[in-house]
């Protein structure tokens, strides 16, 4: 940890989504399964340490304000992290897809054309099995993270 100073400790989330207005923003990346870890210390690009000291079953979300000060605001935001992206070639296609990563209880993103899971071998090669083209990429994970599933 870079910072000689104490780590700032986060009970509780910030009543507000947005980050206050003319305040530099400081992203602090974490991956899907991170944004469920809030108890654990975490250092933010600038060198300033949290202490997540969160209640059981908070989840942090990409855009959501950690903490602030009166020059800087925290923002969580989602990092880089292996997916496994789908582009269906139409609305059956989609359905499969949805259906085939629904019943392995993983979650997905949808964003434009795609479809986007957490990267997975076993996930893949089902994918694959049945016919689909999934291409392997490293970018941010907006679904929900891996024990987050429910019916």
Do not use: C, K, W
């Amino acid at each position: 940890m870079a910072s000689s100073s104490p780590p700032i400790s986060v009970r509780a989330v910030h009543p507000h989504t947005d980050a206050p207005l003319g305040l530099h923003v400081v992203e602090l990346p974490m991956s899907a399964s991170d944004r469920r870890r809030v108890r654990r210390l975490v250092e933010a690009p600038d060198g300033v340490v949290f202490a997540l000291e969160l209640p059981t079953g908070t989840i942090l979300h990409p855009g959501q304000l950690l903490h602030h000060d009166a020059q800087t605001a925290y923002v969580v935001s989602a990092a880089d992290e292996d997916v496994l992206v789908v582009a269906p070639r139409d609305l059956a296609e989609a359905a499969r897809v949805g259906h085939l990563i629904g019943n392995m209880h993983r979650d997905i993103h949808a964003s434009g054309n795609e479809i986007i899971a957490l990267g997975d071998e076993v996930l893949a090669e089902r994918l694959s099995r049945a016919g689909l083209r999934v291409d392997r990429a490293r970018r941010p994970f907006l679904g929900r993270a891996p024990g987050e599933h429910s019916h």
